[in-house]
């Protein structure tokens, strides 16, 4: 399922990246029309306009293994970030962790954050940033992508069809306010 989601969340950055649109160029007042450089989605941060002094930081957990559900470092790394996201958000605690996913063809730099909205009400907010993706075109793999919000997190431990979890494993569900399933950890 974790493969799954990653895939979800490629295809949904590739749909993005391929649905933008560029802004018209402008012209100067010379008799040579310059181009000026529209905005890159490159120069967009994973972290936007948020000052990350008011999160706490859970590090960057690396596991840039192909199948991490197989790997005992990957799955002890998730499993500290699951434990501060967890904590994080049962405290109700601003807290930004930054998990790289992977699967055989595309890796992702996935920042999450635990934070309140304007309205202040909590909400957990994944920001991915393709660092490859082999069978990617270049475009698709440009800019930011941000998973809709997700209002809940729910625990669960990992049972025979859960195929991207070692089995008996706790893993996290984030749910989006309609209690739809948006990611999972």
Same mark, same amino acid.
């Given at each position: 399922?974790?493969?799954?989601?990653?895939?979800?969340?490629?295809?949904?950055?590739?749909?993005?990246?391929?649905?933008? @649109?560029?802004?018209?160029?402008?012209?100067?007042?010379?008799?040579?029309?310059?181009?000026?450089?529209?905005?890159?989605?490159?120069?967009?941060?994973?972290?936007?306009?948020?000052?990350?002094?008011?999160?706490?930081?859970?590090?960057?957990?690396?596991?840039?293994?192909?199948?991490?559900?197989?790997?005992? *470092?990957?799955?002890?790394?998730?499993?500290?970030? *699951?434990?501060?996201?967890?904590?994080?958000?049962?405290?109700?605690?601003?807290?930004?962790?930054?998990?790289?996913?992977?699967?055989? =063809?595309?890796?992702?730099?996935?920042?999450?954050?635990?934070?309140?909205?304007?309205?202040?009400?909590?909400?957990?907010?994944?920001?991915?940033?393709?660092?490859?993706?082999?069978?990617?075109?270049?475009?698709? @793999?440009?800019?930011?992508?941000?998973?809709?919000?997700?209002?809940?997190?729910? *625990?669960?431990?990992?049972?025979? @069809?859960?195929?991207?979890?070692?089995?008996? @494993?706790?893993?996290?569900?984030?749910? =989006?306010?309609?209690?739809?399933?948006?990611?999972?950890?």
């Amino acid at each position: 399922m974790f493969r799954q989601t990653f895939l979800v969340f490629v295809l949904l950055a590739s749909v993005g990246a391929c649905s933008r @649109t560029n802004q018209p160029t402008q012209q100067d007042d010379s008799s040579t029309a310059a181009l000026l450089p529209t905005p890159s989605p490159t120069q967009e941060t994973p972290a936007a306009a948020r000052n990350l002094s008011d999160y706490a930081f859970g590090g960057h957990i690396v596991c840039n293994e192909a199948y991490s559900r197989n790997s005992p *470092r990957c799955q002890s790394y998730y499993r500290k970030a *699951r434990d501060f996201i967890w904590n994080h958000w049962r405290e109700k605690k601003r807290a930004y962790i930054v998990v790289m996913v992977t699967s055989p =063809d595309a890796g992702s730099d996935v920042h999450i954050f635990i934070e309140p909205d304007s309205a202040n009400v909590w909400r957990v907010v994944w920001r991915s940033k393709n660092l490859y993706c082999v069978s990617c075109r270049e475009s698709d @793999t440009v800019g930011i992508y941000q998973s809709p919000e997700m209002r809940s997190i729910e *625990r669960k431990r990992a049972g025979e @069809t859960d195929v991207d979890v070692p089995f008996g @494993t706790n893993y996290l569900v984030f749910l =989006d306010a309609q209690g739809n399933e948006v990611a999972r950890l």
